[in-house]
């Protein structure tokens, strides 16, 4: 969905990251899981056999269709530019970095973050042009002293993003064709609605705004407001007494759950960058996005109130996919080929 609601990305305790109440013309649908009946061309027989015949139908329904409504998606390479705001370790900046980069590396160690998008990479655009298998951490941006304070609303967002492509000095560079803008906001800083309904959402920005129409997304490092709703299973909610979190693969609860969030909103801005390409539903300002299907889904038979096998490593830590020099953990999303959820690890891979 343009936005990662906290009640489906909580799926497995709480009715929180899916059926709320979204900002009207900036929401993003919620995150429960249908089937669909894929009609794009990306239906063909090498697909198919990539992802087997075996069909566990994780997270699948039969009451909504995922559908193309002819929009774009990103089929040019992709350049994603963070802007990080507020205060940031150099050791929380890699770990992010190396997830974006991780995305196209095919040299990593399966089950990886490139398998991972190459299921993203099924969906296409009117011509049956395949989105791009090339993602790329570009240009970024600090906001260290909080131009915009240290709570955000929905448009002083897009206004940190009209600094960060304006700045006097080292201004990013302004591609609406495959550039995609990445806000993170550090622990101190509070976002309209983080927390209490979303722990990450995208959108477009709006030219009377920031002069252009660029694709966007911002997620924030719950750290300190809500590891138990954005950073689970790495921290969990206190009001469920004896359920214990399990260990972060990078060592850092807020950042490692930002991942998870992060990857959400990069798929969704892949296959629906305007909000009118691959989603569910009839009304675009409430799009049911191919991550929103799959949210709280990182391994085989997850679903409901079960997160899915997971993997864990000899230091203990969990998580479900190798990058370059490091291990995540990331949701699933929707196979448009197989129609139900999928990932790397999946056990019938």
Request: charged residues 15%; contains cysteine.
């Given at each position: 969905?343009?936005?990662?609601?906290?009640?489906?990305f909580?799926?497995?305790?709480?009715f929180?990251?899916?059926?709320?109440?979204?900002?009207?013309?900036?929401?993003?649908?919620?995150?429960?899981?249908?089937?669909?009946?894929?009609?794009?061309n990306?239906?063909n027989?090498?697909?198919?056999?990539?992802?087997g015949?075996?069909?566990?139908?994780?997270?699948?329904?039969?009451?909504?269709?995922l559908?193309?409504?002819?929009?774009?998606?990103?089929?040019a390479?992709i350049?994603?530019?963070?802007?990080?705001?507020?205060?940031?370790?150099?050791?929380?900046?890699?770990?992010?970095?190396?997830?974006?980069?991780?995305?196209?590396?095919?040299e990593?160690?399966?089950?990886?973050v490139?398998?991972?998008?190459?299921?993203v990479?099924?969906?296409?655009?009117?011509?049956?042009?395949?989105?791009?298998?090339?993602?790329?951490?570009?240009?970024?941006?600090?906001d260290?002293?909080?131009?915009?304070?240290?709570?955000?609303?929905?448009?002083?967002?897009?206004?940190?993003?009209?600094?960060?492509?304006?700045?006097r000095?080292?201004?990013?560079?302004?591609?609406?064709?495959?550039?995609?803008?990445?806000?993170?906001?550090?622990?101190?800083?509070?976002?309209?609605?983080?927390?209490?309904?979303?722990?990450?959402?995208?959108?477009?920005?709006?030219?009377?705004?920031?002069?252009?129409?660029?694709?966007?997304?911002?997620?924030?490092?719950?750290?300190?407001?809500?590891p138990?709703?954005?950073?689970?299973?790495?921290?969990?909610?206190?009001?469920?007494?004896?359920?214990?979190?399990?260990?972060?693969?990078?060592?850092?609860?807020?950042?490692?759950?930002?991942?998870?969030?992060?990857?959400?909103?990069?798929?969704?801005?892949?296959?629906?960058?305007?909000?009118?390409?691959?989603?569910?539903?009839q009304?675009?300002?409430?799009?049911?996005?191919?991550?929103?299907?799959?949210?709280?889904i990182?391994?085989t038979?997850?679903?409901?109130?079960?997160?899915?096998?997971?993997?864990?490593?000899?230091d203990?830590?969990?998580?479900?996919?190798n990058?370059?020099?490091?291990?995540?953990?990331?949701?699933?999303v929707?196979?448009?080929?197989?129609?139900?959820?999928?990932?790397?690890?999946?056990?019938?891979?």
């Amino acid at each position: 969905m343009p936005q990662l609601c906290v009640a489906s990305f909580l799926v497995l305790f709480f009715f929180l990251f899916s059926s709320c109440s979204l900002y009207p013309a900036l929401a993003l649908s919620n995150g429960r899981p249908w089937r669909q009946n894929f009609s794009s061309n990306a239906s063909n027989s090498s697909a198919a056999l990539e992802f087997g015949g075996s069909k566990k139908y994780e997270g699948s329904s039969e009451f909504v269709h995922l559908r193309y409504h002819m929009g774009p998606v990103l089929t040019a390479n992709i350049t994603v530019h963070p802007i990080w705001y507020g205060s940031w370790l150099p050791s929380q900046k890699k770990i992010i970095r190396g997830f974006i980069r991780s995305i196209s590396a095919g040299e990593a160690k399966r089950p990886s973050v490139h398998g991972w998008w190459s299921t993203v990479r099924l969906y296409t655009d009117q011509t049956g042009a395949n989105i791009t298998t090339i993602v790329r951490l570009g240009e970024e941006k600090n906001d260290r002293f909080y131009s915009h304070g240290k709570s955000l609303t929905r448009l002083s967002i897009q206004s940190v993003i009209k600094n960060a492509i304006s700045a006097r000095t080292k201004p990013l560079p302004t591609n609406p064709r495959g550039g995609l803008y990445l806000l993170l906001t550090s622990k101190d800083v509070y976002v309209e609605q983080f927390c209490g309904q979303v722990c990450g959402f995208h959108y477009f920005t709006f030219p009377s705004i920031v002069g252009y129409t660029l694709p966007y997304a911002w997620v924030g490092n719950s750290a300190t407001q809500c590891p138990g709703i954005c950073a689970y299973p790495f921290a969990v909610p206190t009001y469920i007494p004896g359920l214990k979190p399990v260990k972060s693969p990078n060592g850092d609860v807020g950042v490692d759950g930002m991942i998870s969030v992060i990857a959400h909103e990069l798929a969704e801005l892949a296959t629906n960058p305007l909000v009118n390409a691959w989603y569910a539903g009839q009304d675009p300002s409430f799009p049911t996005e191919i991550a929103d299907l799959c949210e709280g889904i990182y391994g085989t038979g997850g679903g409901g109130s079960y997160t899915g096998q997971m993997l864990t490593g000899r230091d203990g830590a969990t998580y479900n996919m190798n990058g370059i020099g490091r291990r995540f953990l990331v949701q699933w999303v929707w196979n448009p080929v197989v129609s139900y959820c999928s990932g790397p690890n999946a056990l019938d891979q």
